[in-house]
């Protein structure tokens, strides 16, 4: 049998050599953590390098995503379709091998991380999804879903805020399947962190109700394994390993110091790490004698085999539970979908009623709730207010995992995250609420969804002055825009219960990326469509009220301010005035559609434009044009009841009006 040093070092040679090919990178953290890899892969991760996606893997998130090279060396030595070219072009365009690890570039990778901390809270979100998913689909005798999500986690992980706001819930929620390991090495970029964090790990995380197993040598390979085998044998609580290491282990100049964090080590020191391993290999040459004991793919085969074996048995004695499993994990949509979907969106429109759009809300999870059981909801600690608890909604907050509901606290940034990571994971599509103004808090997490190109909901109610007399601190200005400006990410703001239902469809519907829904506090007016108009808001953007086939002005509107331009534009009509009421609810649909039917609704012809919304405005002048107008809220707000400040910052029919007869 090789020497577990030797398969550790492989994992160093291969880190230190991509690193210096690159001329960029991290060798420092690989480095020290390979003899925890090394013995993680080898004894403990339930993986088949050939089915990545298989069902009951474990999980493995490398949350100090800087020391990618790591589990790109760890895939590519246990059989994962990562070729040692793909090694060779770490950190070059179009690799299979980026900077910092990216979901959907290399096979085995779970999660994008590199953000510090996210990637602890997305594990957190893993961990969650598994236990869910055990208490629904789990039988006597059938334990099809079981197994654990490990997590590599450093100093500047456990810096970041946001790695309190999960692992104190993980604590709470006794995720017993997640197993983290710190990466105890006291260095970070600027050097030793004596001057800057000094907390009492062990002591922080034992309060969040984690089991920890304390001062491990991480290279000490029987000492992790028996770390491993203590965590893996307490399932009541989520466990820390706290593992102390020696960044850039093996250099035997710039080991131990910050040196070796960030930058690649230089010809001279690879050069005398080889002398000093005894690793008489060029780079990126690994022996078949090392790959020989690495290889996963056999073993990895088997342990997938006796499972699907599991699952056949477990299919036979519930068929309806296996195929609802599969469909969940496939992230299909249930039979009869898009016509029970279709049918509620007429019901609410003959319906027709009057509502604050955040209740509006609810209202179309009453009626899309029922159909989709993977749906998990959630607030930060706001639910009376976001009206997201609907029904159908069973709280796990008591310990009972049969729920599809959780009260996150006032934990923004670490429920964006976790969510994500229930996506990531499969089987649950999780839809998670607050305030818009505290999107910001989430800011990350939201754009690493849209990175990731995952389904993602994010409930945003308040969303404008019209939260009232709570004043600018609640109320949002640039958050609408500002959300719009994020790739691959979809902004709905309706403006009554119609587009409100259609914005959630959009949103369970869209598997390229998440998407916010944008709800009002304060009462909306319904709008009366034809069927024509309600097949519009799909395309996010459509012709509500419109008084000649070619109209003189064009008013564009986003939620409650459509019910403000349509009273406008019906009294400019009868003034004489061809005026066109155009209802944007999702820019980014819109911007999807043909060219002809953007012209249909925004003729180019017709240059005199107004966009009205209750958010910072520039973004609207992509539609408007220079010579337009744009009614927006260009400042902060102010504390007063929410009709009172659409008035004073001139959100109402008369400007609007005024405005069209300023346009020359």
């Known amino acids: 049998m090789t020497d577990r040093k030797i398969l550790a070092n492989a994992i160093r040679f291969l880190a230190m050599d991509a690193v210096q090919q690159a001329n960029s990178g991290h060798p420092g953290a690989p480095m020290g953590m390979a003899d925890i890899a090394e013995v993680l892969y080898n004894d403990f991760l339930k993986h088949n390098p050939q089915n990545p996606k298989w069902i009951n893997r474990d999980r493995f ?5 800087h020391g990618s090279m790591l589990p790109y060396a760890a895939l590519h030595l246990s059989g994962y379709d990562l070729s ?14 980026p900077g910092h690890p990216e979901y959907g570039y290399t096979p085995g990778i779970e999660t994008t991380t590199g953000p510090l901390g996210q990637g602890i809270a997305n594990a957190v979100g893993m961990a969650l999804s598994e236990k869910l998913l055990a208490e629904q689909f789990n039988q006597d005798n059938h334990a099809i879903i079981d197994h654990n999500t490990y997590v590599f986690l450093g100093d500047g992980c456990l810096m970041e805020g946001i790695s309190h706001e999960a692992c104190s819930l993980a604590g709470t929620l006794k995720l017993g399947k997640l197993i983290a390991v710190y990466d105890d090495n006291n260095i970070s970029i600027d050097g030793e962190v004596d001057g800057w964090f000094t907390d009492d790990t062990p002591a922080r995380f034992r309060a969040y109700g984690w089991q920890v197993i304390d001062a491990v040598d991480g290279h ?13 044998a307490n399932t009541e609580q989520p466990t820390i390993i706290c593992a102390k290491t020696v960044i850039g282990a093996g250099a035997p100049n710039k080991a131990g110091s910050h040196d070796c964090h960030g930058a690649p080590l230089g010809a001279d020191e690879i050069l005398a790490t080889r002398e000093t391993l005894n690793w008489p290999h060029p780079p990126f040459e690994i022996p078949d004698s090392i790959y020989a004991a690495w290889d996963a793919k056999t073993k990895g085969a088997e342990i997938e085999d006796q499972w699907q074996q599991q699952f056949d048995a477990y299919a036979s004695n519930h068929p309806k539970l296996a195929a609802e499993l599969l469909r969940r994990m496939a992230g299909e949509l249930p039979e009869g979908w898009t016509e029970a979907v279709t049918a509620y969106v007429k019901e609410t429109a003959d319906a027709a009623p009057q509502m604050a759009t955040r209740k509006a809300s609810k209202h179309a999870l009453e009626g899309l709730g029922p159909l989709l059981p993977e749906f998990f909801g959630g607030s930060a600690d706001l639910t009376p207010s976001n009206n997201t608890f609907w029904s159908g909604s069973k709280s796990i907050n008591d310990g009972d995992f049969t729920g599809n509901y959780m009260s996150y606290g006032v934990r923004e940034f670490a429920m964006t995250a976790i969510t994500n990571g229930m996506v990531l994971h499969g089987g649950m599509l999780p839809y998670s609420a607050t305030f818009l103004m505290f999107s910001d808090y989430a800011r990350n997490a939201l754009r690493m969804a849209a990175l990731m190109k995952i389904r993602n909901i994010f409930v945003y109610t308040h969303d404008s002055i019209g ?12 958050q609408t825009p500002t959300l719009r400006m994020i790739p691959n990410m979809h902004v709905w703001r309706p403006c009554d219960a119609v587009e409100s239902v259609v914005a959630w469809q959009a949103a369970v519907e869209k598997t390229d990326g998440p998407s916010c829904l944008l709800f009002t506090r304060q009462g909306v007016d319904h709008q009366t469509r034809t069927a024509a ?4 808001i799909y395309k996010g953007g459509y012709t509500l009220i419109n008084t000649e086939a070619t109209p003189e002005i064009i008013v564009i509107a986003t939620g409650s301010e459509v019910g403000i331009a349509a009273k406008a534009v019906k009294q400019l009509s009868s003034e004489g005035v061809a005026a066109r009421l155009v209802s944007m609810p999702c820019a980014e649909t819109f911007e999807q559609q043909d060219q002809a039917y953007k012209d249909s609704v925004l003729p180019p012809t017709v240059t005199k434009r107004i966009a009205v919304e209750a958010a910072q405005g520039d973004f609207w002048y992509k539609y408007v044009g220079l010579g337009g107008k744009v009614i927006s809220q260009n400042t902060f707000g102010e504390s007063a009841p929410g009709n009172v400040l659409f008035e004073h910052f001139d959100f109402t029919v008369e400007k609007v009006i005024e405005t069209a007869q300023s346009l020359s």
């Open 61 to 65: 998130v490398m949350s100090n995503g």
């Open 220 to 232: 000490d390979a029987a000492a992790m394994k028996t770390a491993f085998e203590s965590a893996l």
């Open 533 to 536: 108009q309600i097949e519009g």
């Open 467 to 478: 939260v009232g007399e709570d004043g600018p601190t609640h109320q949002p200005v640039e």
């Open 84 to 97: 040692m070219d793909d090694i060779r072009n770490f950190r070059q365009l179009h690799s299979k091998t």
